[in-house]
């Protein structure tokens, strides 16, 4: 839909993270650094809606730098995730594929903090669809002390057996602190104010 000039875009970035806050501190410390870097950026955080581990912390970073946080959560999820209960909004879907289709619509971009199954399942299927040309929006992992190198050399390892293409493993942007993810999200567009 066509904006008339002069009108406000507010641009989203969708964070898939842990329910845990993991073995490092540094994931804490990333996740919180994030979501104040989103709020100074004037970016609506977007995600899965929970108040645990790095999930709750980003949210919680955000709110209190003044962001806007978009929740989606998914019904059987609001006892077991504790649905955070201050978001700027929170919208309760039916299904699991019916938070990560409403995230991706609601996004300009897809960052990656540490997290297990659920990030890794949400990461993968993001860049799927943009392989397959249903988008086109960054996805960038925040590889906090080498987190997502594992990953890295799994698909390093698919292209050279044949089976991802370099221009697939191309949309694994690869972000060593909370700073360079800010900075790629700046080089696409999508912030220009409190970019460290």
């Not at 540094?26 to 999930?55: K, W």
């Not at 709750?56 to 209960?85: C, T």
């Not at 897809?110 to 199954?117: A, E, N, T, Y």
Request: glycine content about 12%; hydrophobic content about 45%; aromatic content about 6%.
């Amino acid at each position: 839909m066509a904006r008339s000039a002069g009108q406000l875009v507010t641009r989203s970035v969708c964070v898939f993270c842990g329910s845990a806050p993991g073995a490092r501190p540094s994931y804490s410390t990333a996740a919180r650094e994030l979501g104040v870097a989103l709020a100074q950026a004037s970016l609506t955080m977007v995600y899965g809606g929970g108040r645990l581990g790095l999930m709750g912390m980003v949210a919680d970073a955000a709110l209190q730098a003044g962001g806007r946080v978009v929740g989606v959560i998914p019904r059987m999820l609001i006892e077991r995730e504790l649905a955070h209960p201050n978001l700027t909004r929170q919208h309760v879907v039916s299904t699991m594929h019916e938070r990560k289709t409403l995230m991706a619509e609601m996004s300009d971009a897809f960052v990656g903090l540490p997290g297990g199954m659920g990030t890794f399942d949400e990461l993968v299927e993001i860049v799927t669809w943009a392989q397959l040309g249903l988008h086109a929006k960054p996805v960038v992992l925040a590889n906090i002390d080498g987190y997502f190198q594992s990953l890295y050399a799994m698909l390093d390892n698919a292209v050279a057996e044949g089976f991802v293409t370099s221009k697939s493993r191309g949309y694994w942007r690869d972000a060593d602190s909370v700073g360079a993810v800010m900075r790629i999200l700046m080089k696409e567009g999508l912030a220009g104010e409190g970019i460290p």
